[in-house]
T-cell receptor
Framework: NAGVTQTPKFQVLKTGQSMTLQCAQD?????MYWYRQDPGMGLRLIYYSASEGTTDKGEVPNGYNVSRLNKREFSLRLESAAPSQTSVYFC????????????FGNGTRLTVT | AQTVTQSQPEMSVQEAETVTLSCTYD???????LFWYKQPPSRQMILVIRQEAYKQQNATENRFSVNFQKAAKSFSLKISDSQLGDTAMYFCAFMKLVPGTYKYIFGTGTRLKVLA
């Protein structure tokens, strides 16, 4: 089982460039999430999607956009990358049930120079 | 707002010994779920254990157990018979209901090193 698949695994951008991080899950989960992980700050929620066609802001949405293309896919876009967006990005999904844990992808390490 | 606090940025333990990682949280809700995740150097996030706030009994998964104190809003993780493979970052997480789904709020993590 693939679970949650993120691409790419690594990326280097120059300030001002744009890119899209891709995420797909094959577990038929309704809810999907994007987190960023920074040293000393844990995982912070960027955006989430309760179901296909809906998205909501998390704690740190500025500078990002998302698209829930269908039930499987949830992409994160940086329109104009900034050095402050250097981070490790995780996509995750859950069943949207009371005791359901998050299932994570393997992360994308993004460096903005 | 819900917050999750892990007050120990780093800890170390000798192989085969027991270590406890602390986690406190703040919420006004009465029923919720709590989780511990492990992140080894591979960067993968792995679910270790979960606890429902309604259950008095502390959850246990093999060498991992929790000490859940609802009144104190404390959710510590105990690792018994520590192994080198337990070396990792450990994150505590709180699950809260929001319109249409759940959100998961994470602490800042504790880096655990198991020493040979």
């Amino acid at each position: 089982n693939a679970g949650v698949t993120q691409t790419p695994k690594f990326q280097v951008l120059k300030t001002g460039q744009s890119m899209t991080l891709q995420c797909a899950q094959d577990m038929n989960h309704n809810s999907m999430y994007w987190y960023r992980q920074d040293p000393g700050m844990g995982l912070r929620l960027i955006y989430y999607s309760a179901s296909e066609g809906t998205t909501d802001k998390g704690e740190v949405p500025n500078g990002y956009n998302v698209s829930r293309l269908n039930k499987r896919e949830f992409s994160l876009r940086l329109e104009s990358a900034a050095p402050s967006q250097t981070s490790v990005y995780f996509c995750a999904s859950s069943e949207r049930q009371y005791n359901s844990p998050l299932h994570f992808g393997n992360g994308t390490r993004l460096t903005v120079t | 707002a819900q917050t999750v606090t892990q007050s120990q940025p780093e800890m170390s333990v000798q192989e085969a010994e027991t270590v406890t990682l602390s986690c406190t949280y703040d919420t006004s809700e009465n029923n919720y779920y709590l989780f511990w995740y492990k992140q080894p150097p591979s960067r993968q996030m792995i679910l270790v254990i979960r606890q429902e706030a309604y259950k008095q009994q502390n959850a246990t998964e093999n060498r991992f157990s929790v000490n859940f104190q609802k009144a104190a809003k404390s959710f510590s993780l105990k690792i018994s018979d520590s192994q080198l493979g337990d070396t990792a970052m450990y994150f505590c997480a709180f699950m809260k209901l929001v319109p249409g789904t759940y959100k998961y709020i994470f602490g800042t993590g504790t880096r655990l090193k198991v020493l040979a």
